[in-house]
């Protein structure tokens, strides 16, 4: 009850606020000078104090309470509400400004979950270049950034899962709407577990091992045969440390134990260890049929057999889309799954009814076996009969016609549209005592909540690497005949203002002004959107004078700036291309860490070793060969200086050529082409009627006749 009083209080005082805001505007309206609506283009008056980056807008509101006024502290995280555009505007508007407005909601929480988040993937995105330059691409009523990296994070990324789930939304209501008009079915189930608080979510190494509160065992003491060699690094650990399963991976086991055992496909009924052969007095009961094999020539093989239909071929079941929701609230975590079940028979409601029956009894059994707690079936209400707080609800989904807009119609019949129940969960909001969505409680631990901080951190470890949204085998192509579906994986979905912005961007932004004056500035990048969104170019360019930017040098037309402009398209592939090879190395790591016995470790630090062992005989080939030919070198070198030695001494023998060698003045030497000192040093003796060397007889060159003498003789 308090904390209810404190969740009323804060929201009255953030209505007062707001109140107070709009009489402020009003007021000071009447006195500014006139501008063009950005929207309707008529002349409009302006604010005296218009939205700024440094604003006092910007400034973050610390909640009072955990679970109080959640959806009050998504909205004051946004500078959108201060609107530019005069209450009368906003009532003409058509919807897109409150379109805006939820965008740049988006774009303001994503700036402060980076503050504290410890995913580097969502650090990087929409802060982190992939060019040199920022492109700033500017249409009607859309703005968008393009040469940034995204992180394509279907959980904890505002923008990311709003772009992805909008994508899956579509592509699930147009199968289900594609699906029901070929007269087939559809239930929505929603299977939940009691919970409470201090539950952890997480999976963790239970307390009492070294390697507590790690994602992997890395006890050195308990693989010893996986020490790694000199200058390796030490591969993953392999011992039995046992793991305590938090509640997100045991709501995932729960619904595939569900799916995957005979209950669900069927099974033979076996007696006296072979299977029963089919007889008049099976015929009364519709839980068995009739079961002939035939061999490759279609002829009969053995006799008939009893064969008891699952779970799926009992109700016509072609196959399933399950999705994961997690929700915090006074009981702790709460993690559920919806699941829609795709039928050949249409919906009904007594159909359904008995799906549900049949469907909890297995849920529970399941959700006990994995060491959940164990579903209620729920109580009657007097009022009208209806079941309410079971663990286990399923909806029949009904379709109408389609509209000329061509509205996707699919409800359910409590009046809530399916697709979005399905994937739409980064659009709730908190619902009294049942809880807050993630980015709910990312807005509350961004007001400095530590408890909220924790609480989020918890989020990320336990989210990351778990598929939202999966589908059963076989399903897609079923599909496939009815609508096309959407083959693209979730980072290659575009953003949204993709189609509503020009191509070509409207202004570059260099990197050092980017790292400078944007990304630092709390709020900047989604208000220079916010801006260009409302009031076009000029509004943008407004907002960066006021960061400090100087025009045709931090920032400008494309024309006007130097360098790239943005990355080619081979440039996006190629790093996609790394980014895939990096995150399968990861996941085949983790996959070998589950995978892999211990010998088969042992094995591959064998190969290792091996590996380093040639690695090193070659590079100790490679040094010897080098110091071989640095040995002949010096050797025929010293060589050389001997021989020069040698001769120097025998021309110091003879005193009158040594007096003349030392004093004579030097003469020059002009030797033909083609002709060297040793050649004519170790010529032969001179033909008959040739010059000659005075001192060992051999021939002289022509230069050479004056002196008589080689220049070594």
């Given at each position: 009850?308090?904390?209810?009083?404190?969740?009323?209080?804060?929201?009255?005082?953030?209505?007062?606020?707001?109140?107070?805001?709009?009489?402020?505007?009003?007021?000071?309206?009447?006195?500014?000078?006139?501008?063009?609506?950005?929207?309707?283009?008529?002349?409009?008056?302006?604010?005296?104090?218009?939205?700024?980056?440094?604003?006092?807008?910007?400034?973050?509101?610390?909640?009072?309470?955990?679970?109080?006024?959640?959806?009050?502290?998504?909205?004051?995280?946004?500078?959108?509400?201060?609107?530019?555009?005069?209450?009368?505007?906003?009532?003409?508007?058509?919807?897109?400004?409150?379109?805006?407005?939820?965008?740049?909601?988006?774009?303001?929480?994503?700036?402060?979950?980076?503050?504290?988040?410890?995913?580097?993937?969502?650090?990087?995105?929409?802060?982190?270049?992939?060019?040199?330059?920022?492109?700033?691409?500017?249409?009607?009523?859309?703005?968008?950034?393009?040469?940034?990296?995204?992180?394509?994070?279907?959980?904890?990324?505002?923008?990311?899962?709003?772009?992805?789930?909008?994508?899956?939304?579509?592509?699930?209501?147009?199968?289900?709407?594609?699906?029901?008009?070929?007269?087939?079915?559809?239930?929505?189930?929603?299977?939940?577990?009691?919970?409470?608080?201090?539950?952890?979510?997480?999976?963790?190494?239970?307390?009492?091992?070294?390697?507590?509160?790690?994602?992997?065992?890395?006890?050195?003491?308990?693989?010893?045969?996986?020490?790694?060699?000199?200058?390796?690094?030490?591969?993953?650990?392999?011992?039995?440390?046992?793991?305590?399963?938090?509640?997100?991976?045991?709501?995932?086991?729960?619904?595939?134990?569900?799916?995957?055992?005979?209950?669900?496909?069927?099974?033979?009924?076996?007696?006296?260890?072979?299977?029963?052969?089919?007889?008049?007095?099976?015929?009364?009961?519709?839980?068995?049929?009739?079961?002939?094999?035939?061999?490759?020539?279609?002829?009969?093989?053995?006799?008939?057999?009893?064969?008891?239909?699952?779970?799926?071929?009992?109700?016509?079941?072609?196959g399933t889309t399950r999705t994961i929701e997690i929700t915090y609230g006074k009981n702790g975590w709460h993690s559920h799954a919806h699941v829609l079940i795709w039928t050949e028979?249409?919906?009904?409601?007594?159909?359904?009814?008995?799906?549900?029956?049949?469907?909890?009894?297995?849920?529970?059994?399941?959700?006990?076996?994995?060491?959940?707690?164990?579903?209620?079936?729920?109580?009657?209400?007097?009022?009208?009969?209806?079941?309410?707080?079971?663990?286990?609800?399923?909806?029949?989904?009904?379709?109408?016609?389609?509209?000329?807009?061509?509205?996707?119609?699919?409800?359910?019949?409590?009046?809530?549209?399916?697709?979005?129940?399905?994937?739409?969960?980064?659009?709730?909001?908190?619902?009294?005592?049942?809880?807050?969505?993630?980015?709910?409680?990312?807005?509350?631990?961004?007001?400095?909540?530590?408890?909220?901080?924790?609480?989020?951190?918890?989020?990320?470890?336990?989210?990351?690497?778990?598929?939202?949204?999966?589908?059963?085998?076989?399903?897609?192509?079923?599909?496939?005949?009815?609508?096309?579906?959407?083959?693209?994986?979730?980072?290659?979905?575009?953003?949204?203002?993709?189609?509503?912005?020009?191509?070509?961007?409207?202004?570059?932004?260099?990197?050092?002004?980017?790292?400078?004056?944007?990304?630092?500035?709390?709020?900047?990048?989604?208000?220079?959107?916010?801006?260009?969104?409302?009031?076009?170019?000029?509004?943008?360019?407004?907002?960066?004078?006021?960061?400090?930017?100087?025009?045709?040098?931090?920032?400008g037309p494309p024309e006007q700036m130097s360098g790239p402009v943005l990355p080619s398209v081979p440039q996006l592939r190629r790093g996609q291309t790394a980014r895939t090879a990096?995150?399968?190395?990861?996941?085949?790591?983790?996959?070998?860490?589950?995978?892999?016995?211990?010998?088969?470790?042992?094995?591959?630090?064998?190969?290792?070793?091996?590996?380093?062992?040639?690695?090193?005989?070659?590079?100790?080939?490679?040094?010897?060969?080098?110091?071989?030919?640095?040995?002949?070198?010096?050797?025929?070198?010293?060589?050389?200086?001997?021989?020069?030695?040698?001769?120097?001494?025998?021309?110091?023998?003879?005193?009158?050529?040594?007096?003349?060698?030392?004093?004579?003045?030097?003469?020059?030497?002009?030797?033909?082409?083609?002709?060297?000192?040793?050649?004519?040093?170790?010529?032969?003796?001179?033909?008959?009627?040739?010059?000659?060397?005075?001192?060992?007889?051999?021939?002289?060159?022509?230069?050479?006749?004056?002196?008589?003498?080689?220049?070594?003789?």
């Amino acid at each position: 009850m308090e904390q209810r009083q404190a969740a009323a209080r804060e929201a009255g005082r953030a209505r007062r606020r707001a109140r107070q805001h709009r009489r402020a505007a009003r007021r000071s309206s009447n006195s500014a000078p006139a501008a063009v609506d950005p929207l309707t283009g008529t002349f409009a008056p302006a604010l005296a104090n218009p939205l700024s980056p440094r604003s006092e807008a910007t400034d973050d509101s610390s909640p009072a309470d955990l679970r109080g006024a959640a959806r009050e502290v998504v909205n004051l995280v946004s500078t959108a509400a201060q609107s530019p555009l005069t209450t009368d505007q906003e009532a003409a508007d058509d919807g897109s400004l409150k379109r805006l407005k939820l965008r740049h909601q988006r774009r303001r929480l994503r700036e402060a979950i980076q503050r504290f988040t410890r995913l580097s993937g969502l650090r990087a995105c929409g802060t982190r270049l992939t060019g040199t330059e920022v492109g700033l691409h500017v249409g009607h009523r859309a703005a968008r950034f393009a040469g940034l990296q995204s992180c394509h994070s279907v959980w904890s990324c505002p923008i990311c899962q709003a772009r992805i789930r909008a994508a899956r939304s579509v592509e699930l209501e147009k199968a289900a709407l594609a699906w029901l008009k070929a007269g087939h079915g559809l239930y929505m189930a929603t299977l939940t577990v009691p919970h409470w608080k201090n539950v952890q979510l997480a999976s963790r190494v239970k307390d009492g091992h070294k390697c507590a509160g790690q994602r992997s065992c890395t006890c050195r003491c308990k693989c010893p045969v996986l020490a790694p060699a000199p200058g390796m690094s030490r591969p993953p650990c392999t011992c039995a440390c046992p793991v305590n399963p938090g509640q997100l991976a045991s709501v995932v086991e729960a619904w595939r134990g569900v799916q995957g055992g005979t209950w669900w496909t069927g099974r033979h009924v076996i007696r006296d260890g072979a299977p029963a052969p089919w007889g008049p007095g099976w015929e009364a009961d519709d839980r068995y049929v009739r079961r002939q094999e035939f061999d490759g020539h279609g002829r009969v093989a053995g006799p008939a057999t009893v064969w008891q239909d699952g779970f799926r071929d009992r109700w016509g079941i072609v196959g399933t889309t399950r999705t994961i929701e997690i929700t915090y609230g006074k009981n702790g975590w709460h993690s559920h799954a919806h699941v829609l079940i795709w039928t050949e028979d249409p919906a009904t409601e007594t159909r359904g009814e008995a799906i549900e029956e049949e469907l909890f009894t297995r849920w529970a059994k399941r959700c006990e076996a994995v060491g959940l707690p164990v579903p209620a079936r729920g109580e009657i209400r007097e009022k009208d009969g209806k079941r309410i707080r079971k663990g286990v609800d399923v909806t029949a989904a009904t379709s109408e016609k389609a509209d000329a807009l061509g509205r996707y119609v699919v409800k359910l019949q409590e009046g809530g549209a399916l697709a979005m129940e399905m994937t739409r969960y980064d659009l709730k909001v908190a619902r009294g005592e049942k809880g807050i969505t993630a980015l709910e409680l990312a807005a509350i631990a961004a007001a400095g909540n530590e408890e909220a901080v924790d609480l989020w951190h918890e989020y990320e470890f336990a989210t990351r690497g778990v598929q939202c949204l999966t589908w059963s085998q076989g399903l897609r192509e079923r599909l496939a005949h009815l609508v096309e579906m959407d083959e693209r994986e979730d980072d290659q979905i575009p953003d949204e203002e993709t189609a509503e912005t020009p191509e070509q961007p409207s202004l570059l932004i260099t990197r050092d002004a980017w790292w400078r004056a944007i990304v630092p500035v709390h709020g900047a990048r989604s208000d220079i959107l916010y801006q260009a969104e409302v009031g076009g170019l000029p509004a943008a360019i407004g907002v960066l004078d006021k960061l400090g930017l100087v025009y045709g040098t931090d920032y400008g037309p494309p024309e006007q700036m130097s360098g790239p402009v943005l990355p080619s398209v081979p440039q996006l592939r190629r790093g996609q291309t790394a980014r895939t090879a990096r995150r399968d190395r990861r996941q085949a790591v983790d996959d070998a860490v589950l995978t892999r016995t211990p010998a088969q470790w042992a094995q591959a630090q064998e190969q290792r070793r091996d590996a380093h062992q040639r690695e090193n005989l070659a590079r100790t080939a490679q040094t010897t060969t080098a110091d071989d030919e640095l040995a002949a070198a010096n050797a025929e070198r010293a060589q050389a200086a001997d021989e020069f030695a040698r001769r120097r001494a025998a021309l110091r023998q003879d005193p009158g050529a040594a007096r003349t060698f030392d004093h004579a003045e030097p003469r020059p030497v002009r030797l033909s082409a083609g002709d060297d000192l040793d050649t004519m040093a170790a010529a032969r003796p001179a033909p008959h009627g040739a010059p000659a060397c005075a001192h060992c007889g051999g021939e002289l060159a022509t230069a050479l006749a004056g002196t008589r003498r080689h220049a070594m003789c």
